[in-house]
Structures are given as structure tokens and as C-alpha cells.
């Protein structure tokens, strides 16, 4: 099977990122959130960029849908490069108290020169930025212990910004998605269409349902302490070893779905999104 061809709309990225420049000038800290289970495809080229001298604290989110032993070997593995991750569940709020801290603390050096300068301190200020549904939305309201922004699927659709106060010592902007406005690496697009962090993107349902498929294989061949060689026939009471991605999609349409093969990549990619495949990365550490 071919790679499929993932489309976007510049339109739509150029002008979030606009948004996001302007922005970049008021803050003090980034909050730079991936998906736990891609966190080297939710990882945007240009943020060593944007991030410049500022703080920047790296959240990884949607940690509940991963093994805790691969939160571990991240761990290790940023830890390794120089850098900290902070898990977080933020659907439900677990982590965002060491994210609210980590935030503070890195913001604390920008006081620091105010008061050198004489100037008084004032609140941290902090931007959450990631791509289109890796939750930030949902990050910012568990931050601010209240629903205060909307998520919104395509890249710099926005709600009107503004500063919310966290507590005395920290204020935070929420950003638009962010996406590169091209992605070469045509497996880290899929793996980003796969988990629905790609906003409005055009892409055809069965292919990436099948590369899911494959790529599944290719893991559990690779790690099978991580992802079990059972994950798709225990869902669907069908196994998948001797099939490419594409020939199951097609099998298991005609063995419970009749035939309707995009049914089939529908309820495959909703059930992996879902989580109902169980914890399941699709990205390990590199070795």
C-alpha cells in the first residue's frame, strides 16, 4: 500500500501562526503539549524557534492512554536529551498541578531580572501551544479549574484571547493549533491523522486505518511487552498476523461489518482513539 497523501489548508495554518507570533511577544513561558502516544510526531519543527530564550515546560498529554512503562521509558529517554516531561491526563486533571508548578518555576527567572531592574514582580505569563486536539483546550480548563475555552478541530480557528488569571503568580493565553505547513515525513502525518490530532485534514479513512493496522503489527514485532499481539483480536474476534493492513480492513469488514469497508476503518480508528483498543502507543523511544 502506498503512503497516502494527507492534505491540509495553509490558509488555516497561516494565519494561526500569525496569531501565535503576535502572542509569542507577551509571554513569558511556553506550555508545549504533545500526544503521549506520538511525541515525537506532535513535536512542531519550529518550536525550538518560537520558543527562542523563554521558559518552556513539555507536557505530554493523554498519558492514560499509554503503558505506564513507556511513561517510564520516555522518561528516561528526554531525560537523556536534556529535557523534562510532565504527563498529564487532562481530561481529568491528573499531572496539571506539576505543569502549573513547572510553569511557575520556570517563569520565576523572568521576576528575577524585574527585580534586579527594580521593578516590581508581576504574574508569570504562560502560552499553551500543540497541534489541532492533542488537548490543550483541556489542559487550560483544568489549569484554571473551571471551562473557560472551547477546543476547536481546525488549525487557527480561535476563540477571542485573552488572559486568564490562574493564581497570583501565573497568567495564561490559550494559542490555535498549530501544524507545519508542510509535514515531508509522510508516517509522522499518518501517525497524526491515526490519533486525530490534525484538525480538518482530508485523508482517506481506510488507508489510515490500515497503515494503523500495519503499524500495529510492526510494533508488536518490535515490542510485545507494549503492545500485545492479541489488541486487534481481542476487540474484534479477529486476527490479524497473516494480513497486511489493507486485506483486513477488507476481511473484517465482510467477517462483522457486511462488506462496508469504510464502516470498518471508521469503527477501527474511533475505537483506537477512544482508547478501546486498550493503552496502546504508536511511537516508542528511539534507541
Given at each position: 500500500m502506498s503512503s497516502p497523501p494527507i492534505q491540509?489548508?495553509?490558509?488555516?495554518i497561516a494565519k494561526a501562526e500569525r496569531q501565535l507570533l503576535d502572542q509569542l511577544k507577551k509571554v513569558d513561558?511556553?506550555?508545549?503539549?504533545?500526544?503521549?502516544?506520538?511525541?515525537?510526531?506532535?513535536?512542531?519543527?519550529?518550536?525550538?524557534?518560537?520558543?527562542?530564550?523563554?521558559?518552556?515546560?513539555?507536557?505530554?498529554?493523554?498519558?492514560?492512554?499509554?503503558?505506564?512503562?513507556?511513561?517510564?521509558?520516555w522518561t528516561e529517554w528526554?531525560?537523556?536529551?536534556?529535557e523534562?516531561?510532565?504527563?498529564?491526563?487532562?481530561?481529568?486533571?491528573?499531572?496539571?498541578?506539576?505543569?502549573?508548578?513547572?510553569?511557575?518555576?520556570a517563569g520565576a527567572q523572568m521576576n528575577q531580572r524585574r527585580r534586579d531592574r527594580g521593578m516590581l514582580p508581576r504574574p508569570v505569563r504562560a502560552v499553551v501551544i500543540g497541534f489541532p486536539n492533542v488537548g490543550k483546550s483541556a489542559l487550560?480548563?483544568?489549569?484554571?479549574?473551571?471551562?473557560?475555552?472551547?477546543?476547536?478541530?481546525?488549525?487557527?480557528?480561535t476563540r477571542q484571547l485573552r488572559w486568564v488569571r490562574i493564581s497570583d503568580e501565573l497568567e495564561l493565553?490559550?494559542?490555535?493549533?498549530?501544524?507545519?505547513?508542510?509535514?515531508?515525513?509522510?508516517?509522522?502525518?499518518i501517525k497524526l491523522a491515526i490519533c486525530d490530532d490534525i484538525g480538518e485534514a482530508a485523508y482517506d479513512n481506510q488507508r489510515i486505518a490500515a497503515a494503523l493496522v500495519d503499524l500495529l503489527k510492526q510494533l508488536q514485532a518490535i515490542a510485545p511487552n507494549v503492545v500485545s499481539?492479541?489488541?486487534?483480536?481481542?476487540?474484534?474476534?479477529?486476527?490479524?498476523e497473516s494480513l497486511t493492513g489493507e486485506s483486513y480492513i477488507e476481511a473484517l469488514s465482510e467477517h462483522r461489518y457486511q462488506s462496508d469497508r469504510e464502516k470498518t476503518a471508521r469503527q477501527i480508528l474511533n475505537d483506537f482513539r477512544k482508547g478501546n483498543l486498550g493503552a496502546v502507543p504508536l511511537e516508542l523511544p528511539p534507541q
Open positions: 491540509w489548508y495553509p490558509g488555516h513561558v511556553v506550555l508545549e503539549v504533545r500526544d503521549a502516544r506520538i511525541p515525537l510526531s506532535t513535536h512542531h519543527p519550529q518550536m525550538k524557534q518560537w520558543v527562542n530564550n523563554k521558559g518552556r515546560v513539555l507536557v505530554l498529554n493523554r498519558m492514560d492512554m499509554i503503558p505506564p512503562r513507556l511513561r517510564q521509558q528526554f531525560d537523556a536529551n536534556g523534562t516531561p510532565y504527563f498529564t491526563d487532562a481530561q481529568h486533571g491528573k499531572g496539571v498541578d506539576a505543569v502549573s508548578q513547572a510553569a511557575q518555576a487550560i480548563n483544568r489549569l484554571l479549574k473551571r471551562r473557560v475555552v472551547e477546543s476547536a478541530r481546525r488549525p487557527g480557528v493565553l490559550d494559542a490555535p493549533g498549530i501544524l507545519p505547513s508542510q509535514l515531508k515525513d509522510q508516517m509522522a502525518a499481539e492479541d489488541v486487534l483480536r481481542s476487540r474484534y474476534d479477529f486476527a490479524s
